[in-house]
């Protein structure tokens, strides 16, 4: 994808979990159980197109604005938020998480990331999300399928 003959970056990663999809599209949308596995500080405002809701992290402190651009029950959340200005321009970035019900009575749910500039401040910025979106759907993971909360203790 190229903007203003500058390339944009963006990331995909995937995982499957152990339950049924609406149980895991509500494990995102639902403010109560995110802040059981993901938001460590938080998080306030459902899941809801048009929405803006709060994400709060301990190891981020305070809390971060997340507009929700689309949300389609069991299938798809569309999230924008600001990035860190990594030197050539403060900018949004656009989250995309998708929900597959898998015929074994699954969930394949992949999460995208794209909007920064192919700078080094924009890689290392993309790269420290995609790790931030590894460790959300690995914790998720545990939450759903064995109520293990993965970041409890890890970041203080």
Known sequence: MNTDDET????SISGRISKPVHEVYEAVAD????????TTGGARGRIEPGAVVTWD???FPGAFP???IDAVPDERIVLRWDA??????????????????????RTLV???????HDTDG????????CEGWTGMLCAMK???????????????
């Open 31 to 38: 403010p109560a159980v995110l802040s059981e596995y993901f």
């Open 66 to 68: 997340v507009e929700v």
């Open 57 to 59: 992290f301990a190891d």
């Open 142 to 156: 545990a939450w759903l399928e064995h109520s293990v909360n993965l970041r409890a203790g890890y970041y203080a």
């Open 84 to 105: 860190p200005d990594t030197g050539d321009g403060a900018l949004r970035t656009t989250v995309t998480m998708t929900f597959a019900a898998l015929e074994d009575g």
């Open 8 to 11: 944009i970056l963006r990331f």
């Open 122 to 129: 924009g890689r290392t910025a993309s790269y420290g999300n």
């Open 110 to 116: 992949t999460i995208a990331e794209e909007g920064w």
